[in-house]
């Protein structure tokens, strides 16, 4: 399904073809699905504590029909804005049940980046890095106990 290419002694998955790309964002909206519970349902700023880790926020951006726009992010110090990071935008796809990142801003700088405005990798292997992240990054908070169901603050 997927090669790897190795850099610097490290074996990278990276997508095939463009329906590895695709079954990734389907992989990653099962996943927010056991975050999140009903994504449909969320609305305004969700607040994730578990004790002893760093609270993740899960703000709605937007919600049509047919997709909900999400922003995760670690709140580092609820003062600061530039405190949060990383900063991901996800777009869920609630008919094709797919979730895929089209923003993030993950350095210091606070820069935006789309995964169109890469201009060494392929439109397609940046896309896969970015959603291959949230992949990983999910399945870490979710490790840790995360979750944005019930019992969490909620900020509207």
Request: with cysteine.
């Amino acid at each position: 399904m997927f090669k790897t290419e190795r850099h610097s002694n490290i074996y990278t998955p990276r997508p095939h073809s463009f329906a590895d790309l695709m079954q990734m964002y389907e992989t990653n909206y099962i996943r927010l699905r056991l975050l999140c519970g009903n994504i449909r349902g969320l609305s305004g700023e969700v607040i994730s504590n578990i004790q002893g880790g760093v609270p993740i926020s899960l703000k709605t951006v937007e919600q049509t029909r047919h997709t909900t726009t999400v922003l995760i992010t670690y709140i580092f110090d609820e003062e600061a804005e530039t405190a949060r990071r990383p900063d991901l935008l996800v777009r869920i796809y609630h008919d094709s049940r797919q979730a895929e990142v089209i923003s993030r801003r993950c350095n210091i700088s606070g820069t935006i980046l789309q995964p169109w405005e890469k201009q060494v990798d392929s439109v397609l292997l940046c896309r896969w890095r970015l959603n291959r992240f949230l992949y990983k990054w999910i399945g870490y908070i979710h490790r840790q106990g995360h979750s944005f169901n019930t019992g969490n603050t909620i900020r509207n």
